[in-house]
């Protein structure tokens, strides 16, 4: 762990096919007919949850063309990722979470009934460290970098020596939601809160390009992964339904309910995203007032002008807006600015974008269709730099 740059000890069967892929395997396989002709890759890969597994589809489109992942950079999903490609256990990785839905997901929400965070993240976790096993970070094939924040000190801090599961668990922290990770008198969470794309890591690897993958891309036109995509004719929400009653009573003492039904969306609509959501209420919130001035007379508009505020009001719960909902767009939103900070300060060679309204942060039961998604931008990336050596730009889609 250190801070900053100083190291110290410390859906369709195409779709989820996996392909076995490590860095010794991708150097082994080098073809000189691909695209990437051999050349190395110093790669960054950015925060934004479930949004992350389109990580694992830009991965293996690289590693396809025969570019040669020479360093790799993350935080939050994206040093998860990164992680499991430099340790070589992204196939093993992507076979578990591609097997997953809404309701394993759910079931494997290690609740916690403390202030600090609404998920513990073991029952994950001691997935993720059995997949991983005992690997240190200086051990693997290829310099990697987890970025974490130290809550105390302000600080970004880079895993680049130590064991690799604790430097993942600590950069995927996300504050309120997983709880803190305490390592040597520090309080660690998600590297996002400081650098949701750390570039910087990755620059002294000397590599022939510089590539990251943003999963805070703006695309307008990109419909949101249906829920229906991932769940099967046949089955019956009844068990669903009574795991989730038990739950609330068991807990709506302790935790923060709408916390829970948020990240499972449980009964909710999979149509809008919260900010379409609030977008389309306050629209329509607009029009009534703007048909209230028009039906009103001035004398009458002055006279009840105390009571056209209520129009100001949401009614959140009607909406399906929570809390968690709230605080998840404030952290995407800090996310976005912080994003064209760091690429304006260090532009990689080339940027993939993958649009933040793909999917919610928190739809971990959607790997199929999002590593799919990293799969075709990572194409389409690809394809017009070498065909025009032009990246992709920070506000490029």
Not at 38 to 66: C, F, M, N, P
Not at 189 to 197: I, K, M, R, S, T
Not at 337 to 343: C, D, E, G, H, S
Request: some cysteine; overall charge negative; aromatic content about 6%.
């Amino acid at each position: 762990m250190a801070e900053k740059n100083t190291p110290v000890n410390g859906g369709a069967s195409a779709i989820v096919k996996s392909s076995d892929i490590s860095p010794a395997k991708a150097l082994a396989s080098s073809d000189a007919r691909k695209t990437g002709k051999g050349k190395t890759v110093a790669l960054t890969l950015g925060s934004g949850g479930a949004r992350g597994y389109a990580h694992i589809g830009a991965i293996e489109v690289l590693v396809e063309r025969g570019y040669q992942i020479a360093a790799i950079s993350g935080c939050s999903m994206g040093a998860l990722i990164g992680g499991m490609y430099a340790a070589g256990k992204l196939k093993e990785y992507k076979d578990w979470v591609t097997g997953l839905g809404q309701f394993d997901v759910i079931k494997l929400l290690d609740l916690t009934f403390s202030s600090i965070g609404a998920i513990r993240g073991e029952k994950v976790f001691s997935i993720v460290r059995e997949i991983l096993g005992d690997t240190r970070i200086e051990d693997l094939p290829i310099p990697f970098t987890a970025v974490a924040t130290d809550l105390l000190a302000h600080k970004e801090i880079w895993f680049q020596e130590g064991p690799l599961d604790k430097a993942i668990r600590a950069s995927i922290a996300i504050p309120s939601v997983v709880t803190p990770l305490v390592l040597d008198g520090r309080v660690l969470v998600d590297g996002a809160v400081l650098n949701p794309l750390p570039i910087i890591p990755t620059i002294s690897a000397h590599a022939d390009l510089v590539m990251a993958v943003n999963l805070a891309g703006e695309d307008e036109q990109l419909q949101r992964i249906p829920q229906a995509a991932f769940t099967p004719a046949d089955d019956s929400g009844g068990d669903m339904e009574e795991w989730m009653d038990a739950l609330r009573d068991k807990a709506s003492r302790w935790f923060d309910w709408d916390a829970i039904k948020s990240l499972t969306n449980w009964k909710g609509s999979e149509d809008e995203t919260p900010e379409q959501k609030i977008s389309r209420e306050i629209a329509k919130k607009t029009r009534e007032k703007a048909d209230e001035a028009a039906a009103k007379a001035a004398a009458a508009e002055h006279q009840h002008a105390g009571k056209r505020e209520d129009l100001d009001t949401i009614d959140w719960d009607k909406l399906g807006i929570g809390k968690f909902d709230v605080m998840n767009l404030t952290i995407e939103t800090m996310q976005s600015a912080l994003v064209q900070y760091k690429i304006a300060g260090y532009p990689p060679d080339l940027l993939i974008n993958i649009p933040k309204n793909a999917s919610r942060s928190y739809d971990f039961h959607k790997a199929p269709e999002l590593i799919h998604l990293g799969r075709e931008r990572m194409a389409a990336a690809l394809d017009r730099f070498e065909a025009s050596r032009c990246s992709s730009g920070p506000l490029s889609l």
